[in-house]
């Protein structure tokens, strides 16, 4: 089975209410996907949104790193070197690790076609049924706690509730939702690196002083301030996770010298794809650590992939955030991974699943 041709289109789902964080407010998902064609006839999918003010990828970013610098290298190479294939796409250019994704999800697919068995077991095995949070975006504190309640209406268990944008009004928002759904759901706060390290020692200090469990805090201070992630780290009793602070393997072997968080979130779209993804694990594993794995806005193509490696990874990837699909007002794909609610399902089709995307508008180029 040999890659022949890349195609590129575009795909667009409204949210069912609008995402809001500290850094930005979205209505609709809109990502590139890729479709990589095979001599044997077989079709991979990946999937990449563009995140400029995480990971820097923009759409059209996207196209030309793959389009330019990955997919000449690619073609014509065998789904079976799998190995070999994911060290071109590292090394086809820096950076860029929302394209590379794209282009690894789509290689994995293929590779777990061409034994005709899902991704998951391909890459170790596990029970193929996990549960995922969801999403609080940053609202009025009445809307919030509504919003929490609905979701724990809806089953979910363990609510991501987004702050970050004013540590008073942060400190009774949270205060707030947790008495409206306490002993009914877990809180995990992500400040999306609203605070600085004091004010973070602040707000979480205060929330323990006043009877608030937290399951942990995500990512409160500049990614770049691994000093900081160490002094809130050291003075809370709250797990610290690192989201944004932690693309790749070697950033995640820094921060455990440092001993600078609790708990490490992985994203293939800040991974790169699917092979540094699992190395993070392994990193991890050896010391100790936790994993969450996470997701930008992205739909059940790419998060499909992301919930494969959480299931063969289950061992120390212990938290799952992929809520993507969730928040779309419907799931434009057929197969694959099924989202319901909370429950996540992976099928036991060869490689994704992933039989038809809906709606997908090609790219010309």
Known sequence: MKITDIKFGMLRVPLKTPFKTALRTVNQVEDIVITM?????????????????????THGSIIE?????????????????LNHITQLIQGALEKNSSAKAAVEIAVYDLFGQLYDAPLYKMLGGGDPVITTDITISVDYIDKMVADSIAAV?????????????????????????????EGRALLRLDANQGWTAKQAVYAIQTLEDSGVRLELVEQPVKAQD????????????????????V???TEVIELIRMRAADIINIKL???????????????AAMHGIECMI??????????????HVAVAKSNVITKVDLDGPSLCAFD???GGVTFNESEITVSNAPGLGIREIRGLEPIDL
């Open 37 to 57: 064609h095979t001599d044997s006839g077989h079709v991979g999918y990946g999937e990449a949104p563009a995140t400029a003010v995480i990971t820097g990828d």
């Open 65 to 81: 790193a793959i389009h330019k610098f990955i997919a000449p290298r690619v073609i014509g190479q065998e789904i079976a070197n």
């Open 153 to 181: 209406d809806r089953g979910f268990e363990s609510l991501k509730i987004k702050v970050g944008k004013d540590i008073g009004v942060d400190i009774e928002r949270v205060k707030a939702i947790y008495a409206a759904v």
């Open 226 to 245: 691994l000093d900081g992630m160490r002094y809130v780290t050291e003075r809370v009793h709250t797990p610290i996770m690192a989201d944004e602070s």
């Open 247 to 249: 693309f790749g393997p």
């Open 269 to 283: 779209m800040k991974t790169g794809g699917i092979s540094n993804a699992i190395r993070i694990a392994d990193i």
């Open 294 to 307: 996470g997701c930008m806005l992205e739909t059940s193509i790419s998060v499909a992939a992301a919930a």
């Open 332 to 334: 434009p794909v057929d």
